[in-house]
């Protein structure tokens, strides 16, 4: 991504306090009323009351609101002048614009794309992510839209990481690598690092990352699934053979010191040999009633 270079910073400013305004206003609308209703046959007092009845509203219109965690940048003619965030009632001049802004943290969910992994494989992923606006002069007016800027560069950072790594371990086990499925806590710290290179701009910080949803594309879901079950499989009869083989050298090595029977090598042979098959087969053993000998 290119770097963009911002043109703007976030610098402080006061309002003046609304409270002490907003009872002046209020005097001089009711004052302005009562003047002019109350001394009609003279101009002076008409006029004096129209006048101060005037200043009032002209003084209601500088009024404006913020709450917790809001901000209120202030421009003069298209000048950015400033950011209060003083909360509470403010007032400025009426010729002052204002821009409410939102600081709260913010929780987005993005759709679920469909990309390709390291490998090649089309699989589906989405991501959650906290962020907020820290700067409130960048986000307004550094970037056309700033929700809509995060959006997409969630998408493309999303894009990016899953680009880099595979969705699960392959076969080749002599190289270990990260992966999407094993490895998410790594996965979501590179995703949040990526993240916050890209939003920077808008002055916008990313709280937390991490991936929301993560599956094979439904084309090769099937074909996966089987594979992961075949793994499985595999793994489960290694670990049984490494059991039946130990359990059968311990059967072999208690006969002997006990001396319970002396077996030659074809007896032993054949010992382990049933062993095995009554340890690592599936079904449930079917005993079989030797009526000769070993050897006839």
């Avoid at 002076?44 to 009845?53: R, T, W």
């Avoid at 005037?54 to 950011?83: H, K, S, W």
């Avoid at 007032?91 to 600081?103: A, C």
């Avoid at 595999?234 to 059991?243: D, F, M, N, T, Y």
Wanted: hydrophobic share 45%; glycine share 6%; net charge negative.
């Amino acid at each position: 991504m290119t770097e963009i270079r911002s043109r703007s910073v976030e610098r402080s400013t006061q309002s003046a306090a609304g409270i002490p305004i907003l009872l002046l206003s209020i005097a001089l609308l009711v004052g302005g009323f009562a003047l002019v209703a109350q001394n009609t046959e003279y101009w002076l007092n008409v006029a004096g009351g129209i006048s101060a009845a005037t200043v009032g509203l002209f003084l209601m219109c500088g009024f404006f609101a913020i709450q917790p965690n809001e901000a209120m940048a202030i421009l003069l003619f298209g000048d950015y002048r400033g950011t209060d965030r003083t909360t509470g009632l403010r007032w400025v001049l009426p010729w002052y614009s204002r821009k409410k802004i939102s600081l709260r943290a913010r929780n987005l969910t993005s759709d679920k794309l469909k990309v390709n992994d390291k490998r090649g494989s089309p699989i589906e992923i989405a991501a959650n992510v906290v962020w907020r606006v820290e700067d409130s002069a960048q986000a307004l007016f550094d970037v056309d839209d700033y929700q809509a800027f995060v959006n997409i560069q969630v998408d493309t950072a999303l894009r990016d990481i899953a680009s880099h790594y595979a969705y699960d371990h392959g076969d080749e086990t002599d190289e270990p690598e990260l992966t999407l499925r094993a490895d998410a806590e790594d996965v979501a710290g590179r995703l949040r690092e990526e993240l916050v290179r890209r939003v920077a701009v808008a002055g916008v910080a990313v709280d937390e990352a991490r991936l929301a949803h993560l599956a094979y594309a439904p084309e090769i879901a099937g074909a996966m699934l089987k594979r992961q079950q075949a793994e499985a499989v595999l793994s489960a009869r290694r670990l049984i053979v490494k059991g039946a083989v130990g359990m059968v050298e311990s059967a072999l090595a208690d006969l002997n010191e006990r001396g319970v029977v002396e077996l030659d090598e074809d007896r032993k042979a054949a010992m382990v040999s049933n062993l095995l098959v009554v340890l690592c087969a599936d079904r449930e053993a079917q005993p079989v009633v030797n009526t000769g000998t070993l050897y006839g």
